[in-house]
């Protein structure tokens, strides 16, 4: 396996390009609110909305994890630290470094971006590895029992369907 093809630069690419969009998300929606609000405020909510699509883009597609009512109350905690973070930076931008009030979010954005992206793997992929490992061992254990005796319905052995959670908020399909 190359370096390139290792699953944590492929967890990172995926987690880049979900800043991407997650960025323009954000900054369409500053762009929209700045003209009825101050700059701040405007900050705060687009900020907010693009957390939302921040997290499901997050949990499907860069660590592709179910997203749980659980994790998506969890998910601002993570997000707290690139707020303080992204509102220092965007208030010492302005403020003391007269920098342009729309350019400056940007650029406190991309100071904040390693430190997202650790917080957002350890809430996003906790438990994920657990659940794997359970989820694994009692396929195995069917996929044993299916071998040795058959399936009790008469039908072909094949892998156990995934397990469906009440506290998912979705179903994951997967291609």
Do not use: C
Not at 54 to 62: A, G, I, K, R, V
Not at 90 to 111: G, Q, R
Request: a neutral charge; charged letters at 15%.
């Amino acid at each position: 396996m190359t370096l390139l093809r290792s699953p944590q630069v492929l967890q990172i690419a995926r987690f880049a390009m979900v800043g991407v969009v997650n960025t323009a998300t954000f900054y369409g929606f500053y762009l929209a609110l700045h003209p009825l609000m101050p700059y701040f405020l405007a900050y705060t909510a687009a900020f907010v909305l693009s957390m939302i699509g921040s997290f499901f883009l997050n949990t499907y597609f860069t660590y592709r994890t179910r997203p749980t009512w659980r994790k998506f109350l969890l998910f601002p905690l993570t997000n707290l630290t690139n707020y303080v973070v992204t509102s220092v930076g965007v208030y010492v931008f302005v403020e003391w470094a007269h920098m342009n009030d729309k350019i400056a979010p940007l650029v406190a954005a991309a100071a904040a971006i390693p430190f997202t992206y650790v917080l957002s793997r350890r809430i996003l992929t906790r438990g994920a590895r657990q659940d794997a490992d359970a989820s694994e061992g009692a396929e195995g254990a069917q996929v044993a029992e299916d071998t040795e005796a058959g399936p009790a319905d008469g039908t072909a052995a094949g892998p156990a369907a995934p397990q469906q959670h009440p506290q998912d908020l979705a179903p994951v399909t997967r291609p």
